[in-house]
């Protein structure tokens, strides 16, 4: 793995504010979509994408690969920005997003696009297929080795742990004690219809995948050193699945987004996305002048 | 024909996993507490680390099958068909049939032959809702000979495909030289009564096929000439097959333990209504809910039997003239 010196963490900063320009632009010129979510989760896909993951655009079915389930695909406009940003496909193509034969899904379609895992959008599923990754990847290790071929990562909203789907995938990637299963929880407290603690309370979290058998691990989603660390544990707890509670902020980046649940499935007109691209490379610029 | 073998088709599940999995090692297998009543107990016991049990959790059962299935392995997911299809329709949907993934689901306890445990875990719905998604075979086997032989055949086909099977023990009507290919239509029955021509073909699928031939036999008494083709495949049907014949016979009577609404019947009024509409009859259960009974009290409540499907040819073969 590549050494995170504070050059590469700048880097990851910076790609996040690409990243999180592509959503706005994307969505701007779709006419729909969901940025809270995007936005909130644009650094961490830039550590993913940028230097956690084991993978190669040029050859996305590499079979040693890592692989990340989105199991909320509604936040696919920042994992297409990445993957795009990363070499899977062109950048001009993130224009196409939502458009008539377009790869670029409004929820993301495995057989559409190189990178996707698996098809996503309707919530509570994912980490089911994560655990079946996982599975498999503990199928395939070498005789005698306790070692997976590979980290399967689930991106998962805070929202969908209303789902039982959701909590039948954590108890049995607890029963496997699936070391090679990384949970990652965008833990932005809005979902459609309000606050998290409103609509359906979740807390604690942490206790309860505590008494699911997983190890459990905190941090503040847009610490892109703090979230590299949390990922890097995670790889090394050998005896069960850890999940990341990413504490994120909707909107983050853009100022009249931010906290807003409103801004959860909105589109933003011209002008909002202007001011919205403003803000988010005047903070580009406050990352580089720190260089 | 009183003292023919009895076998349930979930027998033949059993051993057709069985020996797929000795002969490939990607096959997988997944039950949501009930690999034993799913005769997946087989496959467990000798391949203990390709048998995920994921307890009473049906839509995980689904979307883990999904990881399995794009990470390269061949699962088998097995539940009664009142909980897969029945309640995971969103993550077969989504997880299996839009990612094209490469399940086989094993739908047990299905239709009335279900018996006892009532309405509640009777599916009559399966082979609608299955039928209607992309990307979806479905496959109805008629025998426990015919289910083992779609068992190993649907793991040479990559993709989803839906298998359905029944809890008790029936005829054994068809033998291992039978012909069986996942697509393919089968003539079971072709009777020229008094050198006349065929007047219906009823097409069938499952256990209840067996009637089918047993009403045949009884027509043929009357000299009325059927053909009885054994459709075990409703999705893709064998249309060429299908429309060939009943070019032949000119009116049709479908068979199936189902709903008569979006199953078999409905699969082959669609096609004909666009190709070759004739006089059709349907026999299946009505838009109803099943109830508890012995199998046989029930077909005969429901009208699933030989006489049943006696006066259903009668009746088309007078809508004709």
Not at chain 2, 56 to 62: D, G, I, P, S
Not at chain 2, 102 to 117: E, M, P, Q, R, S
Request: a neutral charge; proline letters at 5%.
């Amino acid at each position: 793995m590549e050494i995170l010196n504070s050059k590469k963490i700048r880097f990851l900063e910076n790609t996040a504010c690409l990243l999180r320009q592509d959503v706005i632009e994307m969505i701007l010129n779709a006419g729909s979509g969901h940025p809270a979510g995007s936005l909130a989760m644009a650094d961490i896909f830039s550590a993913l994408y940028f230097y956690i993951l084991k993978h190669n655009p040029k050859n996305p079915d590499w079979p040693e690969r890592d692989r990340l389930v989105l199991s909320n695909g509604h936040i696919c406009p920042v994992q297409y920005a990445a993957l795009a940003r990363a070499g899977y496909f062109p950048v001009e193509e993130l224009k196409t997003l939502r458009k008539l034969n377009s790869r670029l899904q409004g929820h993301p379609h495995r057989k559409a696009l190189p990178g996707i895992e698996t098809s996503s959008g309707p919530l509570g599923e994912g980490l089911s297929q994560a655990v079946g990754m996982a599975l498999a990847a503990r199928l395939d290790s070498a005789v005698n080795s306790p070692r997976a071929k590979y980290q399967v990562y689930c991106v998962m909203s805070d929202a969908e742990h209303d789902c039982g789907n959701t909590w039948e995938a954590i108890m049995l990637a607890g029963k496997y004690k699936l070391g090679n299963l990384t949970a990652i929880i965008d833990r932005n407290n809005i979902q459609s219809d309000g606050f998290t603690e409103d609509i359906m309370p979740l807390e604690s979290l942490r206790e309860k995948y505590e008494a699911f058998n997983w190890h459990v691990l905190e941090m503040d989603g847009h610490n892109i050193e703090e979230f590299i660390g949390a990922a890097n544990e995670a790889r090394a707890i050998f005896e069960k699945p850890t999940v990341i509670i990413a504490h994120t902020i909707a909107g983050k980046g853009v100022d009249f987004m931010e906290f807003d649940y409103h801004w959860h499935a909105s589109p933003l007109n011209k002008k909002q996305a202007e001011e919205a691209l403003k803000e988010i490379k005047t903070l580009k610029g406050k990352i580089e002048e720190t260089d | 024909m009183e003292d023919i073998e009895q076998r349930a088709t979930r027998d033949g599940f059993g051993e057709g996993l069985l020996k797929l999995g000795e002969e490939n090692e990607n096959v997988v297998g997944l039950s949501a507490d009930v690999s034993n009543s799913c005769r997946m107990n087989f496959f467990a016991e000798k391949f203990p680390k390709r048998f995920f049990q994921v307890g009473v959790a049906e839509q995980n059962l689904v979307g883990v099958a999904a990881g399995l299935a794009v990470s390269g392995k061949i699962p088998f997911t097995a539940t009664y068909s009142v909980f897969s299809p029945g309640r995971t329709l969103e993550q077969i949907r989504t997880a299996i049939a839009y990612n094209d993934a490469n399940v086989k689901i094993a739908g047990h306890h299905a239709g009335l032959l279900t018996g006892f445990d009532g309405a509640t875990h009777q599916a009559l719905e399966d082979i609608a809702i299955m039928r209607t998604i992309p990307n979806m075979k479905v496959v109805v086997p008629a025998d426990a000979i015919e289910a083992r032989k779609a068992t190993i055949f649907s793991a040479k086909i990559n993709g989803p495909v839906y298998l359905r099977f029944a809890r008790e023990k029936t005829p054994v009507f068809t033998s291992e030289e039978t012909p069986f290919t996942i697509g393919k239509a089968e003539i079971f029955w072709q009777s020229l009564a008094g050198g006349k021509k065929p007047e219906v073909l009823i097409i069938g699928c499952g256990p209840v096929l067996y009637n089918a031939l047993l009403a045949a036999k009884e027509l043929e008494k009357e000299k009325i000439g059927v053909i009885v083709l054994n459709s075990h495949t409703v999705k893709p049907l064998d249309e060429n097959k299908i429309i060939e014949l009943v070019k032949k016979c000119g009116a049709v009577v479908s068979v199936e333990e189902h709903n008569i609404l979006g199953g078999l019947g409905g699969a082959i009024a669609e096609l004909l209504a666009k190709n070759y509409p004739v006089p059709m009859e349907f026999i299946g259960t009505k838009d109803v809910f099943g109830e508890s009974a012995a199998p046989k009290d029930l077909f005969k409540k429901y009208g699933l039997e030989p006489k049943d499907i006696i006066n259903a040819v009668k009746k088309v073969i007078k809508r004709k003239k």
